[in-house]
C-alpha cells in the first residue's frame, strides 16, 4: 500500500480538463429536521425521529447502531467523522428509497482533505429483525470510509459496507438476495451496483482479503478507499476522485509485481466457487449461500458435441464476468483447443480452470494476452479423469492503457465474444 500511497502524488499535477469526475458534492438530502432525538451514552451517535415512528423502532435503531460501532471498534476500525446521526423516516416518506443513505456534510474538513462527516437516512424497519443490525453496520462502514475520501465511488461505498455487515452483522436473508442477483448477472459491472440496497459485489473486497489484504477484515478495501482522498477544489460541484479505488489498485498490483488484470481474472475465478460449488479453497466460507451463490453459466456443453461456437446471451461490461462450462464427465478427449474472439475496443482475459470429480480446481491454465489484440488461443492437455473445464472471462477495460476502467467515467459500452471449442 505504500508504493501505492507514493505513486498517487503523481495525480497532484495532473490538469482539472484531463481529471475525470466524481459524485456531486452537495448531498442528495440535507440532514432532516426531527422533532424526536435519543443519543447514546455509550457510542458517538443519535438517532432522530418524527413523532410517527412507533418507539420501540428508535429504542431498536439506537441499539443497532450502537452494536455495530462497537463491532467496528473491536476490529480495529475509528468511528465515523462527528457528527454522526440516523434519521428514521416513516415508509410513506421513503417509498422511493431502495434502503437506507449515507451521505457526506457539505462542510470541508480543517486540514483541506476529502474527508468528511456523514449521516443516515433510514426507512422505519416494519419489525426487529436482522436487517436492522445488517443495514446499522452497512451504514455505519460509509460514513467510515466517507471520513477518509468523501468523494469516493458510491461503488466502493456500497460494496465495503455490505462486506463488513457479513463480518459483524450477518443477517442470511439480506445477505442471500444479494449474492444471489449478483451472481445470476455476472457480465454486469461490479462497479456499478445499487449504493442504498445490499451488495452481492461484497465478494471482491472480501477476496481482496484473502488475496492483498493484512490485519483483519476489510482492511484491503477500505486502504484502497483511504488512499484515494483528495483536495477538491472549494466551489466545486464534483467531487475530485482521481484517483479513485482502481487507479490505486492498479498501482499497488504494479508494485506487487503484478497487474490489476491479473486481480480481476483471480476474482473472476474464485467467484465461480461460491455457494454449493465451494472448494473451500478459493474464497472462505461462501458455502453458506448454497445455490443462490452459484455464478450463472453462459453455456454447459458436452465434450462430445465439440466443436462448438459459443457467444453470451448478453454483452459483458467493462469488469463483468462470463463463464462456460465444458462437461469431461464421458469419454474426454486428449485435449480441447480454446479460441476466443471479442469486440474492439474491449480486452478479455480467459482462465481455462481443470475441475475434478469433487467440484476442486486441479490445474489453471491463464490465456496470455496483448494489448491491442482481440484474439486469444490456448490447447488443454490432460483432461483424463475430470468433470470438466470451466472457462472463464473478464472485460478488463480499454486496449488504451491511457484510458483504463475508471468507475467515474465508464466510457466503454458492453461488448460482446465468441468462444470456439475443437477437440
Given at each position: 500500500m505504500a508504493a501505492a500511497l507514493s505513486s498517487s502524488s503523481a495525480w497532484a499535477d495532473t490538469p482539472d480538463e484531463e481529471r475525470s469526475t466524481g459524485r456531486e458534492v452537495i448531498p442528495a438530502h440535507p440532514r432532516p429536521e426531527l422533532p424526536i432525538k435519543a443519543c447514546s451514552f455509550r457510542e458517538p451517535v443519535c438517532v432522530h425521529a418524527p413523532q410517527a415512528v412507533s418507539p420501540w423502532v428508535g429504542s431498536a435503531t439506537l441499539r443497532a447502531a450502537e452494536r455495530a460501532l462497537r463491532g467496528y471498534r473491536a476490529l480495529g476500525f475509528p468511528p465515523p467523522r462527528p457528527p454522526y446521526d440516523v434519521y428514521l423516516v416513516p415508509e410513506s416518506v421513503a417509498e422511493p428509497m431502495q434502503g437506507p443513505e449515507t451521505l457526506a456534510d457539505l462542510v470541508p474538513s480543517s486540514d483541506g482533505w476529502d474527508r468528511a462527516s456523514a449521516f443516515t437516512i433510514l426507512p422505519e424497519p416494519p419489525r426487529p429483525t436482522c436487517a436492522i443490525d445488517f443495514q446499522l453496520v452497512e451504514s455505519v462502514g460509509k460514513a467510515i470510509a466517507l471520513g477518509f475520501d468523501a468523494g469516493a465511488e458510491a461503488s466502493a461505498l456500497s460494496m465495503f459496507g455490505s462486506y463488513m455487515a457479513t463480518v459483524i452483522a450477518p443477517c442470511p436473508a439480506l445477505e442471500a438476495g444479494a449474492v444471489d442477483d449478483f451472481q445470476a448477472h455476472p457480465e454486469r459491472s461490479f462497479a456499478s451496483m445499487a449504493p442504498d440496497s445490499p451488495d452481492g459485489a461484497l465478494l471482491f473486497p472480501w477476496f481482496l482479503d484473502d488475496a492483498i489484504g493484512v490485519g483483519g477484515p476489510g482492511r484491503a478495501m477500505l486502504g484502497?478507499?483511504?488512499?484515494?482522498?483528495?483536495?477538491?477544489?472549494?466551489?466545486?460541484?464534483?467531487?475530485?476522485?482521481?484517483p479513485d479505488v482502481f487507479d490505486i489498485l492498479r498501482a499497488t498490483m504494479k508494485a506487487r509485481g503484478s497487474t490489476a488484470d491479473k486481480l480481476l481474472l483471480d476474482f473472476a475465478v474464485a467467484r465461480a466457487f461460491v455457494g454449493s460449488r465451494s472448494d473451500g479453497e478459493h474464497l472462505r466460507d461462501v458455502d453458506r449461500y448454497g445455490d443462490e451463490g452459484r455464478v450463472r453459466f453462459e453455456w454447459s456443453v458436452g465434450s462430445g458435441t465439440l466443436p462448438r461456437r459459443l457467444a453470451p446471451r448478453s454483452a459483458i461490461d467493462p469488469t463483468g464476468m462470463t463463464y462456460l462450462w465444458l462437461d469431461l464427465t464421458t469419454t474426454p478427449p486428449p485435449e480441447v483447443t480454446f479460441v476466443a474472439d471479442w469486440e474492439p475496443p474491449s480486452l478479455f482475459r480467459w482462465s481455462l480452470v481443470k475441475v475434478d470429480p469433487t467440484g476442486a480446481e486441479v490445474g489453471r491454465q491463464d490465456v496470455a494476452?496483448?494489448?491491442?489484440?482481440?484474439?486469444?488461443?490456448?490447447?488443454?492437455?490432460?483432461?483424463?479423469?475430470?468433470?470438466?473445464?470451466?472457462?472463464?472471462?473478464?472485460?478488463v477495460g480499454s486496449v488504451d492503457r491511457k484510458h483504463p476502467f475508471d468507475p467515474d467515467e465508464q466510457p466503454l459500452s458492453p461488448h460482446g465474444y465468441t468462444v470456439t471449442l475443437f477437440k
Open positions: 484502497l478507499i483511504a488512499i484515494a482522498s483528495q483536495r477538491t477544489p472549494v466551489g466545486s460541484w464534483e467531487w475530485n476522485n482521481e494476452g496483448v494489448y491491442g489484440d482481440v484474439h486469444a488461443e490456448k490447447t488443454v492437455v490432460g483432461l483424463d479423469g475430470l468433470a470438466g473445464l470451466l472457462i472463464v472471462g473478464v472485460n
